[in-house]
């Protein structure tokens, strides 16, 4: 038998107050990392990848629905909406904007929405969409990788997708992110 001292004794519990120390340091670790990241800035999967084969109806009183062929041959933006989104009507004046200034297309991918839902909401608002489709099941939307609305998506000419912004865009997103994008990818 080992004779246990005052010494032995004093180290054997010392060492077990250390475990709730040592694994609140763990955590502490993984939380501040984790507040250092942007949650806009989610990786996706599809950047650098062709858009996924797609075709959807218009949306209720449109001409133009939108497929992945539609999204070849110009560089464009796909933004991704519901008449339900809060958010997506927050960033809609700026979609206006930038429907008028003609710099670059935006097509709507209208995702879960009711159809007279989702015409009513474009009638009202304004609709800045040269084309817009109508993911009524969200199946497309899946397949694009999408988390939630809004969403947008920068286009290149053959088909890419090289941006993704995750929540609404605001005035600085614009012009510090897809303007500049943008313009590089028509000068290519």
Known sequence: MIPVTDRTAAAIFRRPRLWPLAAFAVIAV????????NPREIPS???????????LAPVKGRAL?????????????????ASWCTACR?????W??????RVVPV????????PDDAARWLDE??????RTGADLDGRVGIDWGVYGVPETFVID?????????????TPKIVEKRLLPLVRQLQAE
């Not at 206006?96 to 200034?101: C, D, P, Q, T």
């Open 107 to 114: 097509h709507g991918l209208n995702y879960k929405d009711k």
């Open 45 to 55: 999967p599809l950047l650098e990848r062709p858009v996924p084969q797609f075709q």
């Open 30 to 37: 993984f939380l501040g990392v984790g507040l250092t990241l």
């Open 157 to 169: 000419k053959r088909g890419v997708i090289r941006h993704k912004v995750i929540g609404a865009i």
């Open 90 to 94: 927050d960033e809609h004046p700026l």
């Open 65 to 81: 629905g939108l497929s992945s062929d539609d999204l070849r041959g110009e560089v464009s933006i796909v933004n991704v909406f």
């Open 125 to 130: 608002l304004g609709d800045p969409y040269t």
């Open 96 to 101: 206006m904007a930038l429907a008028r200034s």
